[in-house]
């Protein structure tokens, strides 16, 4: 469940930030394993 809280925080910076459209983000999303998008919020609060 952690992992979808990081993914949409992460998506709606990304969206944000670039504008770019949030079902983009999501499809590259989908295709990752849970633990890199975990990781990769993990980087993101450091």
């Known amino acids: 469940m952690r992992s979808r809280t990081v993914a949409a925080e992460i998506t709606s910076t990304v969206a944000e930030t670039f504008g770019v459209d949030p079902a983009a983000i999501i499809v590259i999303f989908n295709e990752l394993p849970r ?4 990781k990769s919020g993990e980087l993101l609060s450091n």
Do not use: F, L, R, V
């Open 35 to 38: 633990e890199n998008i975990a």
